[in-house]
């Protein structure tokens, strides 16, 4: 994994959450906050001070500045030349603390930018590794639409005009929520996790040929649209002609890696007559039983032997 995020931009993100204010530094807005290489195995991203293992946003709160203060001058001066030794991208100083003037003067001279931060440390570490663990996660477009079904992450996909919007707005109507169209963006952000988003330019439309471009929250109200949503599950759309023999028992399920990342991906045939947005929710709704254990084709399979048993006893 490798990215850059400039100082002034993560200034600017998380400005509002985090009360973000320079305390030293300003005119290094432009320096980065970047993992390349093996820096990712050496160094970690955001931490409280660590003066051995150097994380590349250190955060000082309560009990950093009091061991400061607790050392005698030149121990403090070493400490404090480690702290801008160059390793550490950005140093903030948490709960709104006054920052002492030999810091401020060492971040001067060693151009290691400084900002405040109006929550306690802790907390502004866990929201520094949130936005941080979502900006440089590897990220992949995908096209389809990409909804929330029951609180289930599902992007629609398959050929050009087999009826991805169609269905995206019968699901719509029917209390269901839109994240993305024609071009959901997904980010890895755990080991088995892919959240989807929608690209700023594409927010709230939905393109849907014969109608051209409709604003979904104008049309259906703020609470058609969801911002983001883990991907659960994947529905391909096929055309009945295309369709390959499917098993009549278990369906067409199979698995899909994305990003070293299996999704459970089904397959419905499109033809005419079929309603393809209630095959949809029941597709999740299946989907959600096996999550939780039960697979009705087993269970089906487990009663018919039952039977046979009974029969041949």
């Known amino acids: 994994m ?15 959450k985090l009360g973000l204010d320079w305390l030293a ?3 290094c807005a432009r320096h980065t906050v970047k993992i390349t290489g093996n820096t990712a195995a050496e160094t970690s991203l955001v931490g409280h001070l660590n003066l ?3 994380h590349r946003i250190q955060v000082l709160g309560k009990k950093e500045l009091k061991y400061l203060d607790s050392l005698k001058n030149n121990s403090r001066q070493d400490a404090i030349g480690q702290l801008f030794s160059g390793q550490s991208d950005l140093i903030i100083v948490a709960n709104s603390l006054a920052a002492p003037a030999d810091l401020i003067a060492a971040a001067e001279l060693g151009k290691i930018p400084v900002l405040s931060s109006r929550l306690p440390s802790l907390e502004t570490i866990h929201n520094l590794q949130y936005f941080l663990g979502n900006h440089l996660a590897e990220k992949i477009t995908l096209h389809g639409v990409f909804m929330e079904v029951m609180g289930t992450g599902v992007l629609i996909t398959g050929s050009s005009s087999i009826g991805k919007s169609e ?11 839109l994240i993305a169209d024609d071009a959901p963006e997904f980010a890895r952000i755990a080991p088995d996790i892919l959240n989807g988003t929608c690209p700023e330019m594409l927010r709230d439309f939905l393109e849907v040929r014969g109608l051209g471009i409709l604003n979904v929250r104008a049309m259906f109200g703020a609470s058609a649209i969801k911002l983001n949503r883990n991907l659960r599950l994947i529905v391909m759309l096929q055309d ?9 028992l278990h369906g067409s399920r199979q698995l899909r890696r994305i990003l070293d990342v299996d999704i459970p991906e089904i397959t419905l045939p499109v033809g005419p ?13 299946n989907h959600i039983l096996n999550a939780k254990g039960y697979d009705a084709s087993q269970a089906f ?9 009974k029969t041949l006893a």
């Open 2 to 16: 490798s990215g850059a995020l400039t100082i002034g931009a993560l200034r600017h993100a998380l400005r509002e």
């Open 25 to 27: 530094g300003a005119h």
């Open 52 to 54: 051995i293992h150097k």
């Open 167 to 177: 269905v995206a707005l019968e699901l719509l109507t029917r209390g269901h929520r």
């Open 240 to 248: 009945m002609d295309d369709a390959i023999k499917m098993d009549r």
């Open 273 to 285: 007559g079929r309603n393809l947005a209630v095959l949809l929710e029941t597709a999740v709704r």
């Open 301 to 309: 399979i487990d009663r018919q032997k039952r039977r046979l048993e």
